[in-house]
């Protein structure tokens, strides 16, 4: 029996008078890939913040492995991993500064030697002593993913983490999630675009529109429409949007 | 005025007209080529890691936040590279050596005026970065506390010691040591009423203009009332600020 990781309770959100979520609920499973799909500004990346604890929500609750993102912010921080978007990286500090500044912010004893061996797989250890505003979109966004994975988090929170990266990198850091998933070790809630991601890799995805979540689609229905054909899930999103 | 001393006739019209040709072509000139290096390099779009210096490369990776407290300097260093530093600090500082003054005089000037942009520079990096510092690390659970003494302690450190250089450089140009002390300590207690209320807002996300202006405004009546009680009533609003900013 797995246990609920994040429980997302009517949530609103508001950008001053202009309000962003209107009422999202999902729940997120250990062992469970989680895809959030939507076109461009419904906010995905809202209710990311929001369940990141980077934004408090107007209304409703977030509950991070039983701890309220309102209430008990710190203990729901210590359980999560965030991929912050690779312009929130410190251009002045190297990529080695950030691991330890990061891992010394969640209160870690050391760097996961896992995460310096996902490193070494990423070919990113030769970045490591160089300045975080040499990098490219792609080196950042590696840096971005290390920093989610620091301190064995219960829920890994992804927004677009593939953006930028090359394929072969883009697998290593699918298959690292992969194997933290089968141990059931963690959850990962990913906000992307790439069907090719849902249809491979997610457990359960769903589709928000204009603030909510207007589709889930179950891991039975997305095996279904993986047999029936690449283009089959894009044709089923593409039906639901409009 | 050149011209109106020539038409007055206090000046020889040929001397006003030999300056006044002097200046058109070195404004030509310097036209010219400000136009001709903008053109040619976009400093902006050079990397400001390219000016903080090399980092020794090490294969250790440990938990520390001790990088966050040579952030500030590094975004100082970013700032002042050479093309922002000519214009911010040698111009003026050139402008402020009077003719006939000494060499000693005159290099003193001009570090009272490199410091004091260093120092000005620090004042402000460290509300900059503590602010980006603030939003990056915000889905972690990093205490207040960690927090504002990482991003201040270094440049803390540097501040106390610049304005010692600086107290010592005024003295040595003829200040009398009780102004220069003074101006010392108020300084220092400017720095720390700032950087307590920098690290608070950046920590809670929130602008700091307005208790900057209320807390600056407070000392200023204060010091009006009573000459130097403004550098103990600094040190206490900064307290204050502090521990507001780690009861959340």
């Known amino acids: 029996m797995t246990s609920i990781v994040l429980d997302v309770r009517d949530v609103h959100a508001r950008y001053g008078k202009q309000e962003v979520l209107r009422g999202v609920t999902l729940q997120v499973r250990t062992g469970q890939w989680f895809c959030l799909l939507g076109p461009n500004g419904v906010g995905k990346s809202t209710l990311l913040h929001c369940v990141a604890a980077r934004l408090v929500p107007s209304a409703g609750d977030i509950l991070v492995c039983d701890h309220s993102v309102r209430t008990s912010t710190v203990d729901a921080k210590r359980k999560l991993g965030y991929g912050c978007a690779p312009e929130q990286l410190p251009g002045l500090l190297t990529g080695r500064q950030c691991l330890e500044v990061y891992a010394s912010a969640k209160e870690l004893e050391c760097v996961d030697p896992e995460v310096i061996e996902l490193a070494e797989a990423l070919k990113f250890t030769m970045y490591l002593d160089r300045f975080v505003d040499t990098y490219s979109l792609g080196t950042r966004q590696k840096l971005c993913v290390l920093l989610a994975l620091l301190g064995q988090p219960e829920l890994i929170v992804l927004d677009e983490a593939f953006n930028g990266l090359d394929p072969a990198s883009a697998l290593v850091v699918k298959r690292h999630l992969q194997e933290r998933l089968a141990a059931n070790r963690c959850a990962v809630l990913l906000a992307t675009h790439s069907l090719d991601i849902v249809e491979h890799y997610a457990d359960k995805a769903a589709l928000l529109l204009d603030g909510k979540v207007v589709r889930e689609w179950s891991d039975s229905e997305i095996a279904a429409m993986r047999e029936q054909g690449a283009a089959r899930f894009e044709e089923a999103l593409a039906g639901e949007s409009s | ?248």
């Open chain 2, 1 to 248: 005025m050149l011209a109106a001393l020539g038409v007055a006739g206090e000046v020889h019209a040929t001397v006003v007209g030999k300056v006044m040709l002097w200046i058109a072509l070195a404004t030509a000139i310097g036209s010219i080529v400000g136009w001709w290096s903008a053109r040619r390099s976009r400093a902006d779009a050079l990397e400001g890691s390219r000016y903080v210096g090399a980092i020794k490369p090490r294969n250790e990776t440990l938990p520390s936040a001790a990088a966050l407290s040579g952030w500030p300097v590094a975004q100082v260093r970013a700032w002042g590279r050479p093309e922002n530093l000519r214009i911010l600090v040698l111009i003026p500082a050139l402008f402020a050596v009077q003719a006939g003054s000494s060499a000693v005089h005159g290099l003193s000037v001009l570090a009272i005026w490199v410091l004091g942009g260093y120092l000005g520079g620090l004042l402000r990096a460290v509300w900059h970065t503590a602010r980006s510092a603030s939003a990056w690390l915000r889905s972690t659970p990093i205490p207040f506390a960690q927090f504002a003494w990482a991003m201040t302690r270094k440049a803390l450190l540097h501040q106390l010691v610049g304005t010692a250089v600086a107290a010592a450089v005024l003295i040595s140009l003829g200040a009398p040591l009780a102004n220069a002390l003074y101006l010392g300590a108020l300084w220092l207690a400017i720095v720390l009423l700032s950087y307590s209320i920098f690290v608070v807002d950046a920590y809670r996300a929130r602008p700091p203009l307005i208790r900057l202006v209320l807390s600056f405004a407070t000392l200023a009546i204060v010091e009006a009332r009573q000459h130097g009680w403004s550098i103990p009533l600094a040190a206490l609003l900064a307290a204050w600020h502090l521990r507001a900013g780690a009861k959340t």
